[in-house]
């Protein structure tokens, strides 16, 4: 069991890979490619969403990121690849856009009833922060309390950022995507919305993650004391260290 575990290779953030592949190259396809002069509308859909599925099935199989956020994402792509090819109203697709990341906000919210919170695991976990050292300064302090507050107020922003991209997704959807399903057009507006959603949706949330970190560090530095050196993950700031 152990060396089955220690075979999975460390998972790795590559932005720049999940942007091109997920976002810029199936976008390429969606709106340049769909012509009947090129691959046509069917095949167009069909490789261009080949790319972020086949990116996120890899990441799945490759990294056993079995979580439902990245479960998630591979559905999301299979659910507007049926859309086109079925030619469902393209009104769907914007329910579809705003259901995912509202799922998730929910399961944020859901999470905080909970023994294990999603924040705690994607912002406050041992992997980014010295949680063991964090805790124990909490401890001495008695502001354990306090600190729990806190993290259950960042909780609630966290689930907030979703609420923002369900919303944004939505409309986006409806603004651009206008064309039935199954045609050309709707191939096209289909890559410029992946597109523009980018700079209009992805940088906001990511700005409002960096956001909601600053907060919860600001607490746990009020709170304990610590600077950022001083609590940030060993395998973290060995990784940092070695990058430059």
């Keep these: 069991m152990t060396e089955q575990t220690s075979s999975i290779p460390d998972h790795k953030p590559r932005p720049w ?27 167009a859909l069909l490789i261009g969403l080949a790319f972020p599925l ?8 490759r990294y056993r990121k079995k979580n439902f956020i990245a479960v998630l994402g591979v559905i999301s792509v299979g659910l507007t690849g049926g859309i086109g090819l079925m030619e469902i109203d393209a009104r769907w697709l914007a329910v579809k856009e705003a259901a995912v990341p509202l799922v998730i906000g929910l399961a ?9 919170p999603l924040v705690r695991t994607l912002l406050y976990n041992p992997a980014v922060l010295d949680v063991h050292k964090i805790q124990q300064s909490l401890k001495e302090r008695n502001c354990e309390d306090e600190f729990e507050s806190r993290l259950m107020k960042a909780s609630y922003f966290f ?19 206008t064309s039935p399903s199954g045609t050309q057009a709707f191939n096209e507006e289909l890559g410029r919305m992946t597109l523009v959603s980018y700079p209009m949706i992805a940088i906001p949330s990511m700005v409002m993650m960096i ?16 600077t950022l050196e001083e609590v940030i ?7 940092g260290k070695g990058d430059s």
Excluded: C
């Excluded at 944020?108 to 294990?116: E, M």
């Excluded at 689930?159 to 995507?177: D, Q």
């Excluded at 956001?211 to 610590?226: C, D, E, N, S």
């Excluded at 993950?233 to 990784?239: D, E, F, K, N, S």
């Design 108 to 116: 944020v919210l859901i999470s905080t009833r909970t023994k294990y």
């Design 17 to 43: 890979v999940d942007l091109l592949v997920s976002i810029v190259i199936p976008s390429l396809i969606l709106m340049k490619l769909s012509g009947d002069d090129y691959l046509g509308s069917t095949w």
């Design 54 to 61: 086949g990116w996120g099935l890899f990441e799945l199989i």
């Design 211 to 226: 956001a909601i970190f600053f907060y919860l560090w600001r607490t746990i530095r009020r709170l304990t004391g610590h």
């Design 233 to 239: 993950a060993p395998g973290a700031a060995g990784q």
């Design 159 to 177: 689930a907030g950022t979703f609420l923002f991209s369900a919303i944004m997704n939505y409309i986006l959807a409806r603004w651009i995507v």
